[in-house]
């Protein structure tokens, strides 16, 4: 399966090797999956966002779409996760 490439992980150090390793690891499990092999690879920027700012913004009321899934905004949500301490009680 030809790829795009992606880049690798910041601060992994190993660069290269590693972005090998880990497009090797994502081709066998594309290949145990019916149309794994229809799967296709694209160039995108890499969004730098963590669970903490997510758990932050959703405490705070800031919008989370973008973000994350849909599905687990949703879930998120539905959960009352992540409010502050008081809204809970």
């Known amino acids: 399966m030809a790829r795009a490439g992606a880049s690798p992980v910041a601060g992994d150090g190993r660069g290269r090797e590693a972005e090998r390793d880990r497009a090797g690891s994502v081709d066998k ?4 999956l019916a149309g794994g ?14 669970s903490t700012v997510i758990r932050r913004r959703v405490r705070h009321g800031v919008p989370i ?15 009352s996760l992540y409010q502050a301490r008081e809204a809970q009680a």
């Open 37 to 50: 092999d229809r799967a296709q690879f694209f160039r995108m920027p890499r969004i730098a966002i963590s």
């Open 29 to 32: 499990a594309l290949a145990a």
């Open 65 to 79: 779409r973008y973000l994350v899934p849909d599905a687990v905004s949703h879930y998120i949500s539905e959960h």
